[in-house]
């Protein structure tokens, strides 16, 4: 995943403003929770010798379409549905002990993970812990996925 | 979307499957893996029923597959690990009858395991046991997260169970062993993760023998002791463990004496079971089904007159495709010409070939006859055995004109 200074690096770095940010950097935090789009800013888009760094950015930021309100996002390419974050999510484990707790299919509706045709699917992505009022920086879902399929911007 | 069905996608045949159709197709499956959704979605290039590549009728290509294994005389039937145990009975009914060599995928797979599993020399457990008892889980040349893909989140280590309720993190340890830093590995943590060279198998279970008699381990390869020592003290505190043992493990030990020592011992000074992680969905069930009849798992030959059984390594199906002993051959479910090197497989296409599958492959493409069969768990029913001993029930879930792999058989034995 694309870290702030990455972007940064790829940006004109002129703090020219014509975003409506004070400075690049404030555009590429932006940028990295998808606040804004690599179109937002002017000189990246017209200017000749930005444009290397141009087609860098729109690949490094395109790839996560489809993300939800809370920033949540499955690649649906790299998922292999074995449900490791179905099991290993503890919402999903408090709303649905004896279904999606114990490794079974869940059998409840209040579930964040749920896999259909063998590719895992957000939803009631606002019961996640991660955001919220008492958010925490949970990373149940990350880190027990075998193939990094899950990531939040 | 109540009623549950069984995966037949690998051999822990998940059944906690809900389906939903359209047109009599499959059209969305729940909670199944990429693997089982393959499946279940069925074959996309459908075998047909043919005669010398011509297409024919389910009855004309009976009657040809059974003219052909009559005037064999020294016929082969392979193959198994996809068809239902009905099918697999009636295999070993029509190897009885036509003194056919009889094998399974198991000859070149898990079979050396499994059958000291069925004779008692080591012990085991069942996928449940795992869910709801086991505090230490080691994949040895094993990584279920591509092999298996819902062995970890259903079985094996995240799920709570009864004696397990508050999950992974705090009360279940996964290790893996592996020639490679596979995807299990990642997920099991580079602290539990022990890397050996190719072939160092057998060594690193005697070290950790040493180990476990608390003795300096030593090994060839120069693998750290103090890791050794530190995987024998987690192993020695284990209230219920188990070794799921794969592939890689079965192929680098020349016999399997170190895995033997190396349960006696942990059975000393733990409880320790052995899962032997199964690729095809009924694999186990041939290999039980055979040994209840024969004594034997794998590798037998009938003879013709007085229906008994003789085993050996040169029934197996790579010694009999290699030294050219058999004359025809009868495929069921399974795609030899793809999983065996060609210079041992290129013989299937030399001689009399019957494929029963239901989707083209390899194999099919150079049978002489193929007869199309139902997919096994969407298109017939049945049972199957699943990769711990336990039988499941599987149910039909489409319509199809297909024959069940079991009638075929039967009719194939009904015209010899």
Partial sequence: MANVMEIYQLLPKTNCKECGKSTCMAFAVDLLARKVSVDDCPPLVNDAKYKAGYEKLSEMIAPVS?????????????????????????????????????GKAPTSEKVIFKVEDGVVKARNVKECRRFGENRILCVACIDTCPTKAIEFV | MSEYYVCTGCALLCDDIEVETENSKVKTVHAACRKGVARMKGCSDHLECTIDGEKTDVDSAIAKAAEILRNADKPLIFGHGNSSSQAQKMSIGLAKKIGAYLDDTSSFCQGPVIEAILQDKLKTCTLDDIRHKADVIMFWGADPSNSHPRHLSRYSYFPRGKERQRGWEEDRTAICVDVRKSETAVICGDNRFYQIPVGGDAEFMDALVSALSSKVPKTSFGFDAKRILELANVLKKAKFGVICVGLGLIYSLEDLNPLFRLMDKLNEVSDFNLMPMVGQYNMRGFNQNLYEETGYINRVKFNSETGVAEHGPEFSVVEALRNKTVDAALIIGSDPLSSLPLSVSRYLAEIPLITIDPCRNLTSSKAKVTIPCALGGVESGGTAVRMDGVEVELKKILETENLPDAEILRKIMEAI
């Fill in chain 1, 66 to 102: 489809g993300v939800t309100d809370t920033g949540l996002i499955v690649h649906e390419d790299k998922c292999i549905g074995c449900g490791n974050c179905v099991v290993a999510c503890p919402v999903n484990v408090a709303n649905d002990p004896l279904g999606a707790g114990s």
